[in-house]
Antibody, heavy 125, light 107 residues
Framework: QVQLVQSGAEVRSPGSSVRVSCKAS????????IDWVRQAPGQGFEWMGGKLPNFDPTNYAQKFQGRITITADESTSTAYMELSSLRSEDTAVYFC??????????????????WGVGTLVIVSS | DIQMTQSPSSLSASVGDRVTITCRASQGISTYLNWYQQTPNKAPKLLIYAASNLQSGVPSRFSGSGSGTEFTLTITSLQPEDFATYYCQQSYDTPRTFGPGTTVGIK
């Protein structure tokens, strides 16, 4: 059974940085990209970027370019998302999600088939 | 960026009802469309991938259809555990984008 276990809630001051981790188990870590998606309170989802472990480049949403770094540590099967220059609008639940295709679908459509439980990041002075 | 819209934004239904949710993309995305279900304070759950394929373990009362710019998610015979918020998401291009969600509430 695939599991993505995320790190705990964080409180940060404006202008600081936060790093959220996502430890994968139950399947080969290097076979699937891990993407990061956030959800502000009461809002919808916003894709931030993602990375296939042990493969470059990393794909970032333009909105977060320059502020976000997504990395992966093969040795611990853990993905990381670091967001810097935090502002109050970054208060959200941050999810990691596994990106998968399906054998019965020849289109190559990618879906988020497993998700972490989310990490609440609060940015407040 | 590809904009995704959903209608309605919310609806009220009873157990046993048939529910249909529509998702529209701002440009053609073929069948690169996924549907997710989210209950409060939980992570989303993949229901349908590539517009019409049922994810393993998802009950057959869920179905999806469409291609291009218009898609539907149908729940036949709504069950108590189906009261949730449903989101569509395109995987045609990056950035991946989601619809704003449709909340299915109890009538």
């Amino acid at each position: 059974q695939v599991q993505l276990v995320q790190s705990g809630a964080e409180v940060r001051s404006p202008g600081s940085s936060v790093r959220v981790s996502c430890k994968a188990s139950g399947d080969s870590f290097t076979n699937y990209p891990i993407d990061w998606v956030r959800q502000a309170p009461g809002q919808g989802f916003e894709w931030m970027g993602g990375k296939l472990p042990n493969f470059d480049p990393t794909n970032y949403a333009q909105k977060f370019q320059g502020r976000i770094t997504i990395t992966a540590d093969e040795s611990t099967s853990t993905a990381y998302m670091e967001l810097s220059s935090l502002r109050s609008e970054d208060t959200a639940v941050y999810f990691c999600a596994r990106v998968s295709t399906h054998d019965d679908d020849s289109s190559g459509n990618e879906a988020f088939d497993y998700w972490g439980v989310g990490t609440l990041v609060i940015v407040s002075s | 960026d590809i904009q995704m819209t959903q209608s309605p934004s919310s609806l009220s239904a009873s157990v046993g009802d048939r529910v249909t949710i529509t998702c529209r993309a701002s440009q053609g995305i073929s069948t690169y469309l996924n549907w997710y279900q989210q209950t409060p304070n939980k992570a989303p759950k993949l229901l349908i991938y590539a517009a019409s394929n049922l994810q393993s373990g998802v009950p057959s009362r869920f179905s999806g259809s469409g291609s291009g710019t218009e898609f539907t998610l149908t729940i036949t015979s709504l069950q108590p555990e189906d009261f949730a918020t449903y989101y569509c998401q395109q995987s045609y291009d990056t950035p991946r984008t989601f619809g704003p969600g449709t909340t299915v509430g109890i009538k």
